[in-house]
């Protein structure tokens, strides 16, 4: 480790930028946006599942909990079979479009219109005897299969989660007020060990780190110096955050590190903890892993007790 006096330019940003309603939280996909230069390994298929899981959850049962909040009045009745208002509501925003400009009564009265008719054109199906046909049956067990999920996994997360326990994930994240630890640093990315020790060579001689790295290095921050800005624990690869944690700001690694895209010369600008953000800026977030957290350890549970076979796409036996 050496001690490097040049300047290179920094960049950084909060990743929390958008307050969101704890119910909310269970629906927004909005990513939240960090910078690592060097790519890092995506998050694993059973993570993104969940994830897909949990906003197709809210999406789909949103209209339900606002329900059972306000109620549900009957608007209309076809041959004793009651219209409630939600189905004519979600009808009037699908045709509000094609009708701007209509009162809003017009449209009302126009989406009452459509569903019943369409509770006309469901009767007429089930006299004809529709209802009993193989591939009905079929995709009715289906969409049934999907609609308890939903019901069941949304239903178990209400009853786990509440503002009290988002509070307390946050104060363990935040500790002391404090936010997560950000790490400035550049470097050089080259393709071997050699052209890696002689840059350090030209550092050594009081080499300017950003020209270097603008001649030298092969990695996307070339352009910028080599700056990485400010990154946070995880961002980067394990060997990286390791060797740029263990210098003192201003210094740089006097031995290349070797990460799966080549060798890099590391400079460290500094770290902080910067102060933790607002909780209503952060609550949707804290909420989403929250959900996820509890969601995979329900389904652990499910698989540990469950008989599953797996098979091949051509049914035969998966071989172990």
């Known amino acids: 480790m050496r001690l490097y006096r040049g300047a290179v330019a920094e960049t950084s940003g909060s990743p929390f930028n958008d307050p969101v309603n704890a119910r909310e939280a269970l629906t ?107 591939d009905f049956q079929r995709q009715l067990t289906q969409q049934r299969r999907t609609l308890l999920t939903q019901y069941y996994m949304l239903e178990y997360l209400q009853e786990r989660i509440d503002d009290a326990k988002i509070r307390a994930l946050y104060d363990r994240t935040y500790p002391g007020g404090k936010g997560k630890l950000e790490i400035r640093a550049s470097h050089i990315l080259v393709a071997d060990e050699e052209t890696a020790r002689n840059v350090i060579a030209e550092l050594d001689k009081g080499g300017d780190f950003a020209a270097l790295a603008e001649q030298h290095s092969i990695g996307p921050s070339k352009s910028r110096g080599g700056s990485l800005g400010a990154f946070g624990k995880g961002a980067m690869i394990p060997a990286f955050e390791k060797a740029a944690l263990a210098l003192e700001p201003g210094s740089y690694t006097t031995d290349p590190i070797k990460t799966r895209f080549g060798w890099h010369v590391i400079l460290l600008h500094g770290t902080e903890r910067p102060p933790a953000p607002d909780f209503m800026q952060v609550r949707g977030p804290m909420a989403r892993q929250l959900s996820e957290s509890i969601l995979q350890e329900l389904l652990g549970e499910l698989r540990a007790d469950a008989d599953i076979e797996l098979f091949n796409p051509d049914g035969t036996a998966e071989s172990q």
């Open 28 to 134: 927004s996909t909005r990513p939240v946006s960090m910078l690592p230069a060097i790519p890092y390994p995506p998050d694993t298929e059973a993570a993104c599942s969940m994830r897909l899981l949990l906003f197709a959850l809210a999406a789909v049962l949103a209209p339900a909990l606002a329900l059972a909040q306000t109620g549900d009045p009957v608007v209309a009745k076809v041959g004793g079979v009651p219209v409630y208002k939600s189905e004519v509501d979600r009808q009037a925003a699908e045709i509000a479009p094609n009708m701007q400009g209509a009162p809003p009564s017009a449209i009302y009265q126009t989406a009452r219109e459509r569903v019943i008719d369409s509770l006309l054109v469901f009767a007429a199906a089930e006299a004809a005897g529709m209802d009993q046909q193989p």
